[in-house]
């Protein structure tokens, strides 16, 4: 079967500069072409949805990994997880702080008996992995923060994806990741991972460690991206998911469920794939930063300003 591939780097306000829009593009399509490659050569859709979320969480500009957005205490927290459609296993964790590759952790769950695991226990399981102490703060993340510090985190969230320098107006809003893979034997993974939404009190849990940021089953995968209550309170991705599990087209299904989010004055994007091959994608929020590969070529969301909540591509 021809493997399917789509990725976000968040959503949020729009993309006013070129030069933003151009450092955005090349790392979505860079992005998309090496797990696409990973995939013709027969990778599994969890392995390359991890290789994906894994350069992703490397790129500075995206909120995950290196770059990730600072809690209202200064400090870096990171949440992610991983679900396996065809095992329908999800595994995740929450707030984990020094590490370079938060969706790592969530895959070494994958075979656990305990598969979330928060801040104390995240750090246990880093101790007995010996994974490697490693600091993701960057200096334009500082900088925001200390920034926002003035002004006493008046923002709902961070501004963190294509500002050129500080001081410049974001030029999109949020950075959360996502990557959801069809693979060549029809299995569908889906994986999210973030630093949350930028200023939140310790101990805050976002939506990107739970189903209703990121959820996947033999027939569909979603991953979210925006503010994380509001797509807890949709339960955006099982929805959408469970939706298309019941028989409902992906298009469809996406439709009604950014509808109904457009409804309750929602700020939050998705991306999907059906095993059908359909691959689709909505937003309430005014972008989203999403690229895909269709079998024939990488396409991308980011000029896509119009008022229409969704896109999809037939299978
Ligand atoms: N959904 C994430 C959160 O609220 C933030 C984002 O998508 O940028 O933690």
């Known amino acids: 079967m021809q493997p399917k591939l789509i990725i976000h780097g968040g959503a949020g306000s729009s993309?006013?500069?070129?030069?933003?829009?151009?450092v955005v593009r090349e790392a979505l399509h860079g992005i998309v072409a090496a797990v696409y490659d990973d995939l013709l050569q027969g990778a599994a859709a969890a392995a390359a949805v991890?290789?994906?979320?894994?350069?992703?969480?490397?790129?500075?500009?995206f909120n995950a990994g290196t770059?990730?957005?600072?809690?209202?205490?200064?400090?870096?927290?990171?949440?992610?997880?991983?679900?396996?459609?065809?095992?329908?296993?999800?595994?995740?964790?929450?707030?984990?702080?020094?590490?370079?590759?938060?969706?790592?952790?969530?895959?070494?769950?994958?075979?656990?008996?305990?598969?979330?695991l928060s801040d104390q226990g995240a750090a246990e399981l880093l101790r007995e992995l010996n994974t490697p102490i490693y600091n993701p703060l960057t200096d334009l993340r500082l900088n925001e923060w200390l920034a926002e510090r003035k002004g006493d985190f008046d923002k709902t969230m961070a501004g963190v994806i294509a500002e050129q320098e500080l001081g410049a107006e974001s030029e999109a809003g949020r950075g959360t990741i996502g990557v959801v893979v069809l693979d060549q034997a029809g299995r569908i993974a889906a994986g999210t991972s973030t630093g949350g939404k930028g200023f939140e009190r310790i101990g805050r849990v976002s939506d990107s460690a739970m189903p209703a940021g990121n959820y996947a089953t033999p027939q569909a995968g979603v991953s979210c991206t925006g503010i994380g209550e509001d797509i807890i309170d949709e339960c955006l991705a099982a929805k959408i998911v469970i939706r298309v599990t019941d028989g409902m087209s992906l298009a469809d299904a996406i439709a009604k469920s950014m509808a109904e989010a457009s409804q309750n004055k929602r700020d939050l994007g998705a991306i999907?794939?059906?095993?059908?091959?359909?691959?689709?994608?909505?937003?309430?929020?005014?972008?989203?930063?999403?690229?895909?590969?269709d079998g024939h070529a990488i396409g991308d969301t980011l000029e896509w300003t119009g008022p229409e909540l969704v896109g999809h591509i037939a299978p």
């Open 67 to 116: 770059g990730s957005v600072l809690q209202s205490d200064g400090q870096v927290r990171m949440s992610a997880a991983l679900m396996d459609g065809t095992a329908q296993r999800f595994s995740g964790v929450i707030n984990v702080m020094r590490v370079q590759h938060p969706i790592q952790l969530a895959q070494t769950l994958q075979t656990e008996s305990d598969r979330v």
């Open 272 to 293: 999907s794939l059906a095993a059908d091959g359909a691959i689709a994608w909505g937003k309430t929020s005014e972008v989203l930063l999403a690229a895909y590969h």
């Open 15 to 22: 993309l006013k500069g070129k030069g933003g829009l151009a």
């Open 50 to 61: 991890v290789k994906g979320c894994e350069l992703l969480e490397d790129h500075p500009r």
